[in-house]
């Protein structure tokens, strides 16, 4: 190895070295980690949140405001037209964000990354095959065909997991092919193909590891996207059906009694803002930190 | 092309999925004679691949079939809703880029002081807040409280201020953000700093050095906004009453009447292409090194 070769690489390792040190002097996105955090743990102990019932109103208590405004401490933020404690519908509606956040992340997540990873790997008319696929996805008015598809079925859980879910593995795929076909070319990648490893193993043990800080930057970052879609759909009447509480569905009921009642549909609001803006930020972060090749291709992905 | 073709097919088996639609429409007490003649009127008598092909010669004529509910034809009540979409799109588009660009630009240059973190709080609100959350919000506000807009239905120019700043709030954002960060970019590239220690004035040098590269990347933010705003708009209409596409599609989904929901649905599809279309040849000015 000749000698410009070693100054060039040191070089390099010391410009490396400075940009991670500014990238790690980014604070931690603490506001983030306390909301995301705080609606998890509501989540989870919903019932212990307060002691109202989410789905049985009082008639009597309707439309108290929050505390702040003239209401009581028995209801803290207030309750809507049916009478029910918004407090503890929101700590129930937590748990259908969480829990479609997470398995249409999951699904969406795993089968979109999946597709992109054999989309990258294989190239040649496969590879068009598929990202002609992606393309396509982006361009249909999901919402709409989502919307009809909900009335036509009837409004229920696993059908919104799905529309959910296909609504987002196009990103996972166009990062995970992205992030691949780089990785193909690398040394070691064709080391290992040289030594006999299957294209399975390859992709398995030596592409995957390389794509799983990608997978993980894009599945924060659709989080937003996943809630809000969600919330329209519900405020629509095509999601969860009622009478469980959910966010979107919450704000939806609001809307008639926006006249008087203002803070039902308020209050639910601020909440789904505050999980996506965090989530965002959270999303903003992780990405800096772990793959900053991405800036561009997510504002691409996105609309 | 391709997406089109897609496109009619999803739209078509929605259409049959979704059933009968004679035992919607018909009355109860309906003879048999008279349910296979109305099948026969809505071409339901044949195979589902045949109804496919008349189906899509049918759309290469430009007929988009009969509403079933108003008995018109499909494409006139499209025709009486899209200018009103259109209106409601372009107001909102010009809002998003009167709105966006220059506070991206603000930002972008004042980076790092209140402006900045002000330009970015506005952005993080349009995209984090629900946008029929930011409907209903404005509503209670200047409709409700203060009393200044009309807040449902197409009256006069008043109508139009909160449909628009709803739709457009998002699109601002997402423009104002990518405005920034591509300008934060150009701004550190070498061709700028020679500008500058050339003695180029600061104000040349944003507009004519640095604007025009850092544009690139937010054009084809705008073709993608363009389309997403027809698209956005269902909720927005909807919750407006504004009489335009969307509010049309939401109510053809709860009346069960698909020929006006494909309708819509195609058409929505269509103006996506075109905008992404239009992007592509936009492109090729504003980036000379991008070849076709």
């Known amino acids: 190895m000749s000698i410009t070769t070693q100054a060039a690489i040191d070089a390099r390792r010391v410009r490396r070295g400075i940009q991670r040190r500014l990238i790690s002097m980014r604070r931690w996105p603490i506001s983030s980690f306390v909301v995301i955090g705080a609606i998890i743990l509501a989540a989870v102990f919903a019932p212990w949140v307060t002691s109202h019932d989410p789905i049985a109103g009082n008639l009597a208590d309707r439309q108290i405001p929050p505390l702040l405004f003239g209401g009581s401490s028995a209801h803290v933020l207030g309750t809507d037209n049916l009478g029910r404690d918004i407090l503890s519908r929101i700590a129930y509606g937590a748990r259908i964000s969480v829990l479609v956040a997470t398995i249409t992340l999951g699904v969406g997540g795993a089968l979109g990354s999946l597709i992109g990873l054999i989309s990258g790997y294989a190239g040649g008319w496969v590879d068009e095959l598929i990202m002609r696929m992606v393309d396509i996805k982006f361009s249909l008015p999901l919402i709409l065909i989502a919307l009809a598809l909900a009335v036509i079925l009837g409004p229920s859980l696993p059908l919104l997991l799905g529309l959910l879910a296909f609504l987002i593995w196009g990103s996972f795929a166009r990062q995970a092919r992205a ?23 390859v992709v398995g043990r030596h592409i995957l590891p390389g794509v799983m800080n990608t997978i993980l930057v894009v599945a924060t970052m659709q989080v937003g996207s996943v809630i809000l879609a969600e919330a329209s759909l519900s405020f629509l009447g095509a999601g969860v059906p009622p009478p469980t509480p959910s966010w979107g569905s919450m704000v939806a009921e609001g809307r008639l009694y926006i006249n008087t009642a203002w803070w039902v549909s308020l209050v639910p609001g601020l909440v789904i803002g505050l999980l996506v803006a965090s989530t965002t930020l959270l999303g903003d972060w992780l990405r800096d930190r772990l793959d900053p090749r991405l800036r561009q291709a997510v504002a691409d992905s996105q609309r | 092309m391709v997406t089109m073709l897609v496109v009619t097919m999803v ?59 108003q008995r018109k034809s499909v494409a006139e009540i499209l025709r009486l809703r899209i200018p009103n979409s259109a209106q409601l799109a372009a107001s909102a588009f010009i809002f998003s880029l009167l709105v966006g660009i220059p506070l991206g630009v603000m930002a972008a240059l004042k980076h790092g002081t209140g402006w900045d973190y002000g330009a970015r709080l506005f952005a993080m609100v349009g995209q984090a807040m629900p946008v029929f959350w930011i409907a209903l919000m404005l509503i209670f506000v200047f409709g409700v409280a203060l009393g200044w807009v009309p807040t449902s239905r197409k009256v006069d120019w008043t109508s139009y201020i909160l449909p628009t700043v709803t739709l457009g709030w998002f699109a601002a954002a997402g423009q104002l953000r990518l405005i920034r960060s591509s300008l934060l970019e150009v701004l550190q590239a070498e061709y700028v700093r020679l500008a500058r220690a050339k003695g180029v004035s600061g104000v040349l040098v944003v507009w004519k050095h640095a604007l025009r590269n850092a544009l690139i990347a937010p054009l084809t933010f705008a073709g993608l906004t363009l389309a997403g705003l027809i698209s956005g708009s269902i909720v927005v209409e909807t919750v407006f009453a504004w009489p335009g596409l969307g509010s049309l599609a939401f109510q053809a989904v709860s009346n069960s009447d698909y020929p006006i929901l494909q309708g819509v649905i195609l058409l929505i599809t269509f103006f996506y292409v075109l905008a992404n279309l239009l992007v592509d040849i936009l492109y090729l000015f504003l980036d000379p090194r991008i070849k076709v």
Do not use: C, N
């Open chain 2, 11 to 69: 739209v078509f088996a929605l259409s049959r999925i979704q059933g009968d639609p004679r035992g919607v429409l018909l009355p109860e007490d309906a003879t048999l004679k008279q349910y296979e003649d109305f099948g026969k009127e809505l071409g339901l008598d044949r195979p589902v691949f045949v109804q496919y092909v008349i189906y899509i010669s049918r759309l290469a004529k430009g007929d988009l079939g009969k509403s079933i509910l």
């Open chain 1, 179 to 201: 992030q691949t076909m780089l990785l193909k070319e690398m040394d070691y990648v064709k080391l290992a193909k040289v030594a006999g490893a299957s294209p399975v193993r």
